[in-house]
């Protein structure tokens, strides 16, 4: 990664130091990125996207207008510059007359191929991408490509969709499902105390589990994890499914568990089947273990782009989230998916009432403070590898969104630059998609 230098223009103006997560995701080993994805109901009418990204998208934070640079101390830095929008927008161009079906491929290859770019570090860390040819699931499509050390899923999330309004009324704010939890139990101490101690050791347990991962244990090669270096950097492959949130709403209620619980059971069960693969005698026995994703602020929903930036803000911009590692499973000739539903609800309850994600917190803090930001990366980098997959979420609106007068039919995300497979899902007006 080419570095840019404070000194060479020290008259601009730099707001903020970069957060260690910034600096991590954006470092000699580790270049992460997210892509989101926004399926048009109509053809794209382009002519406006300067016009809104200028006035609408750059206000939203100082950093989508900023470089990351090193001051005269080796601090990065977030440097505020002149942005030149044009710079930013691309618009690729297919072969015309083709099927929505040719146009499926089209797109596909193209988002391997951005995936797998860099972004510039000499502008600011962002793209965007019109695609105006019809898929089968489409008119067309917007892709934002948005570095990771400008925030987590939970910011720039929150920055998409103030860029967003509702399709059936735009004077009217987006709103989005209230969060429910699990009743808890009685807070009589000596009630409690079992569940301190299980804790404890829980967190013990976990934490020491998860140093040996980082730094020894890798996963068992399957179909899901070659253990190849440089995986991050091999074409990837997308694929989407959607899914009726009333279906799955359902299999929550029967079983008595969280919605997460429900989506990440089910891939949990579809990624064992596919590892089962060919073999039809012997059961899929290989160690993987997933990286589930956690937002580490206390929330009850998003809280608007202003309000996260606020000096003392409840819920702040960045990147605030854990790593939960859990085991896959075994896949039994008896089990069915409501059994492995609640198996995985099982393993991420145990994994909940641990406190290794912040106790992991602590430790990269502490490397970042005596081996500097690029040895934590490395760490981060080890972690990763060493597992078979991630899993993350995001809660979107109730209602149809639409961007400047495009309805949007549907939108997803992933993560790109790390090496294992990723599974994201996005819940949107009454579907869930699967990426």
């Not at 959607?242 to 709403?249: A, G, H, P």
């Not at 085991?327 to 406190?355: D, H, V, Y």
């Amino acid at each position: 990664m080419k570095e840019l230098n404070i000194e060479e223009e020290e008259e601009e103006e730099y707001a903020e130091p970069v957060s260690p997560t910034g600096q991590y995701f954006n470092s000699s080993v580790l270049s992460i990125c997210i892509l989101a994805v926004l399926d048009s109901e109509i053809p794209i009418d382009d002519s406006s996207a300067i016009t809104v990204l200028k006035h609408v998208f750059l206000p939203i934070n100082p950093r989508f207008s900023s470089l990351m640079v090193k001051d005269e101390n080796g601090e990065k830095k977030w440097k505020k510059v002149q942005v030149k929008v044009e710079d930013h927008v691309n618009v690729p161009v297919f072969p015309t007359g083709l099927s929505p079906e040719s146009y499926d491929s089209h797109l596909s290859d193209y988002l391997t191929k951005i995936a797998m770019e860099q972004l510039p570090q000499d502008r600011p860390l962002w793209n965007i991408h019109i695609i105006k040819h019809p898929t089968s699931n489409a008119a067309g499509n917007l892709i934002f490509k948005l570095h990771h050390a400008l925030g987590d899923g939970y910011s720039l999330m929150g920055a998409l969709l103030s860029c967003l309004q509702r399709a059936d009324n735009p004077w009217l704010p987006l709103t989005f499902p209230s969060l429910s939890f699990l009743p808890q139990k009685s807070n009589s101490i000596f009630r409690n105390l079992p569940n301190v101690l299980y804790s404890a050791f829980n967190t013990v347990s976990d934490f020491g589990w998860s140093l040996l991962k980082s730094s020894f244990v890798e996963d068992d090669t399957s179909l899901i994890r070659s253990g190849d270096p440089g995986v991050e950097f091999k074409p990837v492959v997308v694929s989407t499914i959607t899914f009726s949130l009333d279906d799955i709403k359902q299999i929550k209620t029967k079983l008595g568990v969280t919605i997460n619980d429900v989506i990440t059971g089910i891939i949990f069960f579809g990624t064992r089947l596919y590892m089962q693969g060919a073999r039809s005698n012997n059961l899929s026995k290989e160690h993987s273990t997933a990286l589930v994703l956690l937002n580490t602020r206390i929330i009850g929903g998003y809280k608007s782009v202003k309000e996260m930036v606020k000096p003392d803000a409840e819920s702040p911009w960045g990147n605030q989230f854990g790593f939960l590692p859990v085991s896959l499973p075994e896949l039994t000739s008896a089990c069915n998916p409501l059994q492995f539903i609640r198996k995985a609800q099982t393993l991420i309850q145990r994994k909940r009432n641990s406190r290794a994600v912040f106790l992991t917190g602590q430790l990269l803090e502490g490397l970042r403070k005596y081996r500097g930001p690029e040895a934590t990366a490395k760490y981060i980098h080890s972690t990763l590898k060493n597992s078979s997959m991630t899993i993350s979420n995001m809660i979107g609106p109730v209602e149809p969104m639409a961007l400047a007068g495009h309805p949007v039919k549907s939108l997803y995300f992933m993560v790109v630059g790390v090496p294992q497979v990723r599974h994201y899902f996005i819940s949107f007006s009454k579907h869930f998609l699967f990426m």
